[in-house]
């Protein structure tokens, strides 16, 4: 230890001059009010002032300790004598981080006795001594100046030694900066390292720490011999760095291969026939990571579609748009972004196959997919429509041309897009945001080019929250309700009002049966009562052209009333919804007995991508399989012609088998 | 008291250090620079004098205590021997031979005739005196 | 009167040696296959010229460059993995002073007292004295001779078992020289001390060396006792020397010979 300190006293003998000159600069803030500069600019010229000071003498100290050193013998000096390398090393660092750390500190004492923490703006009552003592913080800052020393040390040795070394450091720089783009990048950019407040500590930590061992292999190995020491610290940095992205890399495939047993699914997208179902979600071992997995809930098996980096670190790949599914079932599109042409493309997958391997598809000279895109596949997957809020297009598949483009004015986007038949597309339009207004619109879009686009006013003006479910159309496109300040039974060719169902601007919900009856929900205002049999909501049913039939209460929620699917003939889910983290029932009523049959109990429909629509069951009808969530991030697939029940998601779901190589 | 007489050597000679320090000794001792009871210097000071192994002078100073010359006293130094042993003849006659053919060989290098030769040794050895020898007595 | 003590601690086998010792530069082999022994007392000189592989070869022996081929051996140990406790026992004169040069031959003095076990401050003081150097001048202010005469008395501040002078006298006049052998001659004289001295300066080594040894292109081309060598030979070191180091024969001058006893 004596000998440590020997070697570092004489490292900071030769370089004091750093703390005057500290002192000094930290006493120009204060005076600098004295010309006219307000004291919040002082405050910032003093931050900036010792913060370089700092980085000014890590550069003078850690080029000049070994690499200077090397060359102009002085650390032959020291290796004549009986001194170990430990202690030539230790006494160095040890004189550094002093350097550094002290000339920083006297350069910012000036000021942050003269600016107490507690009168800058956003701190109260702290001060400046218990803010550097907060852990996270100076370790940051530690770490910061054995970065900056290192980093002085390592370019000072690799510059002076002007070996043929030179070259292997670049090679290996490049490569490192392109694992670190492929395997790091990921897993800040998408959220999988945890958060705050380690995450900057945890980022520099492994560079720093490559660095140090550098320098110990440079002083162990190398000695006073230049170029071995360059060779030697290149070694020992290289290898810290090699062993922290092979890790790193290591960290992203194993947060990366979730199976559906993993999952917390957000978003379930379902092929008509209730086989496939695309699940976009998250799981505990990435946090952030939106992933999505394609699923074959008959064997189990499923595909991974999560996004990845592309071309300057946009989101490459699949979107949270999410798939479709074509209406015989056949195929599914999976729409993302393309970084290349900075346009739409889709990955379309055969779903009859035995392994559905993906076409990605270019959309030519297609938008890029934003949250205000809609998307429908037609029932043969011949071919995709998309519409964004400046206009709509039909594109072949799988060549991705594009067959017919309408332009939609300014002030529109897209609520439900579906196709009436296979050449001919349709999609209602809601206001924007930005021009809220009392108006709905249909655009037409036909294979060979035809188009229309017809606004049609409706009754009230939809607030943001009420425009997404604004228009609900029936299976065969040719009619809709809007929920406008009620609920009213429009055609959906030109927005003609074909009769009033409902006159209440509370909380309505309404959907089409398969045989062309209406049935609207409208909540009762909540009385205290227990928590799933709540005072309940009165269902009213109607026949197609809106004359109304009969009415009954069903024991549920008012707060997020929401008629779902039809699960078989005469027979349609109702649920509530008052917060993610409770656990609701859904019930399933028979509107021709007008009571409930049965209750889910802790299970809520599974709802998909919101401005994607789940395709119509081929030749119309309805499926009998449907998906529900519940709060422990299950998914559960139910058959209500067969009563099964499976968990096809979340935890208990099987894992699965993951079909490679797609 | 007189100082020491001076020892050289020359390290370039191909003359071996020691022997030529032996010899110079024994010279001064023949010659009565060196008389009985005189102090030689050091090892040490002679060694540093002269920019030689303190070793060589060691052993040309053993050579000489063995062979009657000098006598060492601890902790005092090295002194002349009270009776220092006389050259035998035979050696006295081969050191002379020696001399006298390096004499006459530089005399034919340099194409000096045989009584330039006498005249320059009657110079430096005029008739009745003692030699000088190009040093100190 | 100082008489000449034995030496210190009986060594079994050589101070220094190196045994068919190989030193590369990446692809330049400097040093191939040299075999030398320093005995304990010994005088030892290696001759060469510039660029020889003089230096490489104290780099070796001083562990500061690891041997490619072949080792070295400072008392019997291999000097690249036990430095530390071989440079307890050895002083270093390097060929460039390499002190720091803001620091006064006082705090050197003092630098080094903390990284010996045993060392001898009033020694090193004396000596400076005797060199006639100012004690509290920066070391980069001193002229090349008193840089020179500092770096020797460090080397000499714990009283080595050996001193290892790399090319001492480069760059110093005749008077410098001079009294830089001169106490290492005392050295000898009172601690006999083994030397190891390298040098392409022939007439200050002549007088004191023991052995000698030359270096040429990497090899050894000669070695062996000093005497015995120049009986051999009939020259002076100087003529040797040229001869083995450029090949060319020297001029035949009949010099009579000493017989030896």
């Keep these: 230890m004596n000998r440590v300190l020997a070697v570092a006293a004489r490292e900071l003998r030769e370089r004091w001059l750093l703390f005057p000159a500290a002192v000094v600069l930290g006493c120009v803030p204060i005076v600098l009010p004295a010309f006219g500069l307000r004291p919040a600019d002082s405050q910032f010229v003093g931050l900036v002032t010792a913060v370089s000071l700092g980085a000014a003498a890590a550069v003078i100290v850690g080029s000049s300790m070994l690499a200077r050193d090397a060359a102009n013998g002085r650390l032959g000096f020291l ?177 990366l291969a979730v199976d559906p047993s993993q999952l917390q699914a957000w978003a379930v997208t379902r092929d008509p026939a209730g086989r496939w179902v695309y699940l976009g979600g998250t799981a505990s071992r990435s946090n952030w990571y939106p992933h999505g997995l394609l699923v074959d809930t008959s064997t189990g098996r499923y595909l991974r579609r999560g996004p990845s980096l592309g071309l300057g670190g946009l989101v490459a790949g699949d979107s949270a748009q999410g798939a479709v599914f074509a209406a015989s079932g056949r195929a599914c599109a999976l729409t993302g972004y393309d970084t290349r042409r900075g346009g739409t493309r889709v990955a379309l997958f055969d779903l009859t196959a ?174 205290a009562g227990p928590a799933t049999t709540g005072p309940g909501a009165t269902l009213t049913l109607f026949d197609a052209t809106g004359v109304r039939l009969a009415a009954f209460s069903v024991p549920t929620q008012s707060t997020g009333l929401s008629l779902g699917a039809e699960v078989a003939p005469g027979r349609i889910l109702v649920s509530s919804f008052r917060s993610p983290f409770l656990p609701e029932d859904t019930l399933v009523v028979d509107v021709d007995a007008g009571r409930v049959v049965e209750r889910l109990v802790g299970l809520r429909p599974a709802m998909g991508f919101w401005t994607a629509s789940a395709a119509a069951p081929p030749g119309g009808g309805t499926s009998s399989v449907h998906f529900f969530r519940d709060v422990e991030d299950h998914v559960v697939r139910i058959d209500f012609a067969t009563g099964e029940r499976r968990i096809v998601a979340g935890p208990g779901a099987p894992k699965g088998e993951r079909l490679k190589g797609l | 008291m007189t100082p020491p007489p001076h020892i050289r050597v ?108 006498l005249s320059a040794l009657q110079a430096v050895w005029p008739e009745g005196g003692l030699p000088s020898r190009g040093g100190k007595r | 009167m100082s008489t000449r003590p034995t030496p210190t601690a009986a060594q079994a086998g050589p101070v220094l040696e190196t045994l068919t010792l190989g030193i590369r530069y990446g692809r330049t082999r400097v040093l191939d296959g040299a075999s030398l022994a320093v005995p304990a007392g010994c005088v030892y000189a290696l001759l060469g010229r510039n660029g020889s592989g003089k230096s490489s070869l104290v780099r070796v022996l001083l562990g500061q460059r690891p041997a490619a081929t072949g080792s070295a051996r400072l008392f019997g140990q291999d000097p690249w993995t036990h430095r530390t406790s071989l440079m307890a026992r050895v002083g270093v004169v390097p060929e460039e002073p390499d002190a720091p040069p803001e620091m006064t031959a006082t705090q050197l003095s003092a630098f080094c007292a903390r990284l010996h076990a045993r060392w001898d401050r009033g020694v090193v003081s004396e000596r400076l004295r005797r060199f006639g150097v100012p004690q509290d001048r920066p070391f980069g202010r001193l002229s090349k001779g008193q840089k020179g005469a500092v770096m020797l008395a460090l080397a000499l501040g714990h ?74 030979w009939g020259r002076p070191l100087e003529e040797i020397f040229a001869t083995v180091t450029t090949g060319r024969p020297a001029p035949t001058i009949a010099v009579p010979r000493e017989v030896e006893p």
């Excluded at chain 1, 006159?503 to 919900?509: A, D, G, H, N, Y």
């Design chain 1, 79 to 255: 290796f004549s004598r009986p001194l170990p390398w430990g202690a030539v090393w230790g006494g160095k660092w040890l004189a550094a981080l002093v350097l550094v750390a002290a000339s920083g500190l006297l350069a910012a004492i000036p000021w942050m006795a003269a600016y107490p923490l507690a009168s800058l703006g956003g701190h109260h009552g702290d001060s400046w001594f218990k803010a550097m003592l907060d852990g996270p913080r100076s370790l940051f800052c530690f770490t910061l100046i054995v970065l900056a020393v290192g980093l002085a040390n390592f370019g000072a040795t690799a510059l002076r030694s002007r070996s043929a070394w030179l070259v292997v450091d670049g090679a290996l720089l490049l490569a490192s900066l392109w694992a670190t783009w492929r395997y790091v990048a990921p897993l800040v950019l998408f959220g999988i390292v945890a958060g705050e407040p380690w995450k900057p500590v945890k980022l520099v930590l492994p560079l720093a720490l490559a660095l140090v061992v550098g320098s110990l292999a440079q002083v162990a190995v190398g000695r006073s011999d230049l170029h071995r020491a360059h060779r030697a610290a290149s070694i020992g940095f290289w290898a810290v760095i090699t062993l922290t992205l092979t890790l790193a890399a290591g960290y992203l495939q194993w947060a």
């Design chain 2, 10 to 117: 020359d390290p370039a000679l191909p003359v071996p250090i020691w022997s030529q320090i032996e010899d110079a000794v024994r010279h001064l001792v023949a010659s009565g620079a060196l008389r009985p009871g005189d102090a030689l210097p050091s090892v040490r000071d002679l060694a540093r004098e002269q920019r030689i192994n303190p070793n060589t002078v060691a052993k040309a100073y053993q050579r000489l205590v063995e062979a009657g010359f000098l006598e060492s006293r601890r902790g005092e130094g090295t002194f002349v021997a009270a009776r220092p042993p006389a050259m035998p003849a035979s050696e006295r006659t081969r050191l002379l031979k020696e001399g006298a053919t390096r004499l006459a060989t530089l005399a034919a290098n340099l194409g000096v005739t045989r009584a330039d030769t």
């Design chain 3, 159 to 232: 009283a080595p078992e050996l001193l290892l002078l790399d090319d001492p006298t480069l760059g110093l006049d005749v008077v410098a020289r001079d009294a830089v052998f001169g106490e290492v001659i005392g050295e000898l004289a009172d601690r006999g001390t083994t030397v190891f001295v390298t040098t392409h300066d022939l007439r200050a080594v002549e007088g004191i060396a023991d052995r000698v040894a030359i270096l040429h292109e990497g090899r050894l081309a000669l070695e062996g006792p000093l005497e015995a060598v120049k009986a051999e």
């Design chain 1, 354 to 527: 035995d392994l559905p391997r993906p076409r990605e598809v270019m959309l030519e000279s297609s938008a890029p997919p934003s949250s205000d895109s809609a998307f429908a596949l037609s029932p043969s997957a011949a071919s995709l429509f998309m519409v964004h809020e400046s206009g709509a297009s039909l594109f072949e598949l799988p060549s991705g041309r594009r067959l017919a483009t309408v332009t939609i004015k300014p002030g529109w986007r897209p609520l439900v897009a579906r196709f009436l038949a296979e050449g001919q597309a349709r999609v209602w339009l809601a206001p924007s945001v930005q021009s809220p207004r009392a108006e709905l619109a249909v655009v037409d879009l036909a294979v060979d080019g035809r188009s229309r686009m017809l606004p049609f006013p409706i009754t009230a003006t939809l607030t943001p929250s009420q425009s997404w479910h604004a228009a609900v159309p029936n299976d065969a496109g040719t009619r809709i309700l809007t929920r406008d300040g009620g609920v009213r039974l429009r055609d959906a060719a030109d927005g003609r009002l074909i009769a009033t169902l409902a006159e209440s601007s509370r909380e309505t919900t309404a959907a089409f049966l398969s045989d062309g009856r209406i049935v609207v929900g409208e909540g009762n205002p909540a009385v």
